[in-house]
């Protein structure tokens, strides 16, 4: 929210709004309309969608391990024209944004190879999120267990 009202002021987003056809990826033969409808429940989530000028913004946010979002990005990227509830989305061009408060020069530079716009966005509570949540993001999986050898 920090991100969005100091970058789309006055702009009307949605924030964690489902994304794609109402029909599920993945046919679901013999299904009724209800049945159906039950199924769009498990459609993905963008983070946020904001409609301007034109275009169709997709942002999706990290704390941690931002490489890892954009592929889940991409998938937003191709879906959200696709929603039923906004049949107005349909001709605008997407463009996609990956938010995160920690630099990330890996996923800044695959962004900047596919064509999606990493933006480093600082937050005045970061040092508290990593206070309270840091160990388990700094330390390494297994980095407690020694190997051995057996003879």
């Known amino acids: 929210m920090d991100y969005l009202q100091a970058t789309y002021p006055g702009q009307p987003w ?3 709004i489902r994304v794609g056809p109402i029909d599920p ?9 209800a049945e159906r409808a039950i199924m769009g429940t498990f459609r993905r989530y963008a983070d946020a969608v904001i409609p301007l000028d034109g275009r169709l913004v997709v942002v999706e946010t990290t704390m941690i391990k931002a490489v890892m ?11 959200a024209p696709q929603t039923d509830e906004h049949p107005e989305w349909r001709s605008l061009r997407t463009q996609g944004e990956l938010v995160s408060p920690v630099p990330d020069p890996r996923a800044e530079a695959l962004c900047e190879e596919i064509g999606l716009r990493f933006v480093v966005f600082s937050v005045p509570w970061l040092d508290r999120y990593f206070e309270a949540y840091g160990r388990r993001f700094r330390t ?3 980095s407690n267990v020694r190997q051995g050898f057996v003879d």
């Open 14 to 16: 949605h924030t964690n």
């Open 25 to 33: 990826h993945v046919p679901r033969d013999g299904l009724s309309d």
């Open 69 to 79: 979002k954009i592929g889940p990005l991409l998938e937003y990227l191709k879906l």
């Open 140 to 142: 390494a999986p297994l």
